[in-house]
């Protein structure tokens, strides 16, 4: 699965423990170049030398709930690059005081909040990323088992997850015409930062390693190593799906005989 000659777009490093690093490092390994976003100094702080570690001195200032930084930002890609070939929508967010109680107290703001970062702005630089790509390309985003299945202290993110994948279907029909494949990653819990902010994260952490049926929650590798296939001729049959990479987790009824 070789990605020498391709130039990948990762959006949503956060630090050395993101997926969306575990997914730069394995895009790096198979020989891709790559760009990166970040929102803010203080995340570019963070995100330059990670760039560097991989060879990379592109980064670029976006943030998804501004069309003129979005617009700035595939501006210095096609500026640059001239084209792209694969781009990583690893963006999600909601108040960290609604990912637990009740989702029936969801609010009204917080609720277009996590729906317009973790869902529409993949429609947002799908759109922008589209002329990039003439000769065709790989979106990937990331999702999570709470989008189909009630998990405790997801709440709103999970309704925003289930329209991020139905949004990735809506995408794989509309730009598969022109060799643009569309799909999502769907990990078990993961230690990153995103994820400690779900409440339980840890006790939900455990609870999957010791159920799945390979008894493991996924790695940074594993993530990365699905990503370098779905951006690779090896995946270019592939569009519209959501992949698992949960161990297994996601097939269970019920837990283990011995977790009962």
Request: with cysteine; proline share 3%.
């Amino acid at each position: 699965m070789n990605l020498q000659g391709k130039r990948a777009l990762v959006m949503g490093v956060a630090n050395s423990h993101s997926i969306a690093w575990g997914i730069a490092k394995a895009l790096h390994e198979a020989g891709a170049e790559l760009a990166f976003t970040y929102q803010g100094e203080a995340f570019g702080k963070r995100v330059a030398p990670l760039a560097a570690s991989v060879g990379s001195d592109f980064l670029v200032d976006a943030d998804v709930t501004d069309d003129a930084s979005l617009d700035r930002a595939f501006d210095q890609v096609a500026e640059r690059w001239g084209g792209l070939d694969i781009l990583i929508h690893a963006i999600a967010f909601s108040s960290k005081d609604e990912l637990q109680g009740r989702f029936i107290n969801t609010s009204r703001e917080n609720f277009k909040t996590s729906m317009v970062i973790s869902c529409y702005s993949l429609i947002e630089v799908a759109r922008r990323a589209r002329p990039l790509m003439p000769q065709g390309g790989s979106i990937i985003t990331l999702t999570y088992q709470g989008s189909n299945r009630v998990t405790p202290h997801y709440n709103v993110m999970g309704v925003a997850k289930a329209a991020l994948e139905s949004a990735v279907r809506y995408l794989a029909n509309d730009l598969g015409p022109e060799g643009i494949r569309v799909n999502a990653i769907s990990p078990g819990p993961m230690k990153t930062l995103a994820g400690a902010a779900i409440g339980g994260a840890r006790a939900t952490f455990r609870h999957t390693e010791a159920n799945s049926p390979l008894r493991a929650n996924a790695t940074l590798e594993a993530i990365g190593g699905t990503a370098v296939w779905l951006s690779s001729e090896a995946g270019s049959c592939t569009t519209g799906e959501v992949v698992r990479v949960d161990g297994g987790f996601h097939v269970l009824g019920m837990p283990q005989a011995d977790q009962l």
